[in-house]
């Protein structure tokens, strides 16, 4: 197989043996941007899709850059929680001149943790879900980046995980902004109480997770981030068709609370 093009939203495309034809493209009501996903490119996706002509890899590499730039940290080596955050990591580490190292390497034979029924359950598979590369960071002071922390509980325990073995410090960097509001497009994110962003802890992160700081991406880096290369391949190429792509956007309703359409309750 290999990589023909995308669907454009709201494309209706009928695909024969002969060739592909777009039958139709129902646009949004009264010219409203488009509103992809934007935690697809966080955390959902494949790193190797293609959504709007970018890989998502290079995306997640673009948000460990900014994240840099938004939260440098005096440290002496970067790393990730494997794997999902690595392009992150790697983006983080290249534009602080920060070695990347492994920390932790992932046990094969545990399943997900997320779907663990109750907290206790979920920290205990978290231990079990990873083994120490403690050569590595012993007495030295680590950045961790995360793709996303939505409870709180996976990332802690990996903390105490470090701390134990050596770490002298563990700094957690979040590549993107804290989730906030349920999504009411089909995304199953927790409830509003169970999101650390809204509880009382999150006022003081650092301190009821273990970690010497937290600091998250920007919502207007994270948009940055996503929307960079889009507009490069736009204003360099005056043959796209603007009309067609329609106009630029991306929801964030579960970090701003603004959805891309009206709520009827």
């Keep these: 197989s290999r990589y023909y093009r ?8 009928k695909i024969s043996r002969h060739d592909v034809q777009t039958l139709d493209v129902v646009r949004r009501s009264e010219g409203d941007p488009s509103a992809f996903c934007i935690f697809e490119y966080v955390y959902f996706a494949r790193p190797d899709s293609i959504f709007e002509g970018q890989m998502v890899y290079s995306v997640r590499k673009r948000c460990g850059q900014q994240l840099a730039i938004e939260a440098p940290v005096e440290a002496d080596l970067v ?7 690595t392009p992150a990591a790697l983006g983080y580490a290249q534009k602080c001149g920060l070695p990347y190292v492994e920390v932790l390497c992932k046990n094969r034979y545990v399943g997900r943790t997320f779907i663990q029924p ?14 120490v590369l403690s050569d590595n960071f012993k007495g030295k002071r680590v950045v961790i980046i995360d793709d996303s922390i939505v409870r709180g509980s996976t990332i802690s325990p990996i903390i105490k995980l470090l701390r134990e073995s050596g770490a002298k ?3 957690i960097r979040v590549a993107s902004p804290p989730i906030r509001f349920p999504c009411y497009m089909g995304i199953n994110i927790p409830t509003k109480e169970e999101l650390i962003a809204n509880r009382p802890e999150f006022h003081d992160l650092a301190n009821y997770i273990g970690a010497d700081s937290v600091v998250y991406l920007s919502v207007e880096g994270l948009v ?5 290369s889009i507009k490069a391949r736009q204003d360099n190429n005056p043959k796209t068709n603007k009309s067609f792509i329609g ?5 964030t309703a579960c970090l701003t609370g603004n959805y891309p359409v009206e709520l009827e309750w």
Excluded: D, W, Y
């Excluded at 995308?6 to 495309?13: A, D, N, R, S």
């Excluded at 109750?118 to 083994?131: E, H, T």
């Design 118 to 131: 109750n907290m206790r359950l979920r920290q205990l598979g978290v231990a079990k879900k990873f083994g």
């Design 247 to 251: 106009k630029l956007g991306h929801c």
């Design 169 to 171: 410090e563990v700094h």
């Design 79 to 85: 790393s990730t929680v494997p794997e999902s955050a």
């Design 6 to 13: 995308e669907v454009l939203p709201g494309e209706i495309v």
């Design 224 to 228: 940055s981030s996503v929307q960079e």
